[in-house]
């Protein structure tokens, strides 16, 4: 079976540009989370969404949003995107919409210029 | 916010040295896990070790749960070149995992 897939690979992208990223889950999995990874910190928590509804949400700020779609994908859109946004970005799927078990994508690697 | 912590930041060894990183965590845990990452690319699950188990086994893997100091250890036991990585400890925080900032191992040949 594939894994949890995200695309772009990388991206780079222009201070004050937007960009959306994309994440489909194993199959049968209807939990997606999204992670944040900057340079030398571990995963930091943005959104779940489980059965296309928004089940948690990190501290983020409003430029960040996401939503789910009827065959479980997700994306992840970002506005205004600032220097700081520039991280890898994660996709995680689950069976539920408890945290546990959770199966990682490859990730995004974003670039803010 | 960074939930566990762990220690070292970073650990260098040869191939077939066993391999022990810690980690701290802040408040009560259902359970707690820990992934391997490899050049900055997705997590891989490595084992999860509940609240009430004090020890768990995977293969060259040992990890072991301290409730009351907080705190957990990873054991890879004859640690081969394969095992360089990155190592993260992750908490539950019902729909969020919550991650420590992670351990860099390397293992030289």
């Known amino acids: 079976d594939a894994g949890v897939t995200q695309s772009p690979t990388h991206l780079i992208k222009t201070r004050g540009q937007q960009v959306t990223l994309r994440c489909s889950p194993i199959?049968?999995?209807?939990?997606v989370s999204w992670y944040q990874q900057v340079l030398g910190q571990g995963p930091q928590f943005i959104f779940q969404?489980?059965?296309?509804?928004?089940?948690g949400r990190g501290n983020f700020p409003d430029r960040f949003s996401a939503r789910q779609f009827p065959n479980y994908s997700s994306e992840l859109n970002v506005n205004a995107l600032l220097l700081g946004d520039s991280a890898l970005y994660l996709c995680?799927?689950?069976?539920?919409?408890?945290?546990?078990?959770?199966?990682f994508g490859p990730g995004t690697r974003l670039t803010v210029t | 916010s960074q939930q566990g912590e762990e220690d070292p930041q970073a650990l260098s060894i040869q191939e077939g040295e066993n391999a022990t990183m810690n980690c701290s965590y802040k408040?009560?845990?259902?359970?707690l896990q820990w992934y391997r990452q490899n050049s900055g690319r997705g997590l891989v699950h490595l084992i999860l070790?509940?609240?009430?188990?004090r020890e768990k086994h995977s293969g060259r893997l040992r990890v072991t749960l301290d409730t009351s100091k907080k705190s957990s250890s990873l054991l890879i036991t004859a640690s081969r070149a394969a095992d360089t990585a990155s190592y993260f400890c992750?908490?539950?925080?019902?729909?969020?995992?919550?991650f420590g900032k992670g351990t860099t191992l390397s293992v030289s040949s």
């Open positions: 408040t009560s845990i259902n359970n």
């Open positions: 992750a908490t539950d925080a019902w729909t969020a995992l919550i």
């Open positions: 969404y489980y059965e296309k509804e928004e089940r």
């Open positions: 070790i509940r609240s009430n188990e």
């Open positions: 199959s049968g999995h209807k939990s």
């Open positions: 995680a799927s689950s069976h539920r919409d408890r945290s546990y078990e959770q199966y």
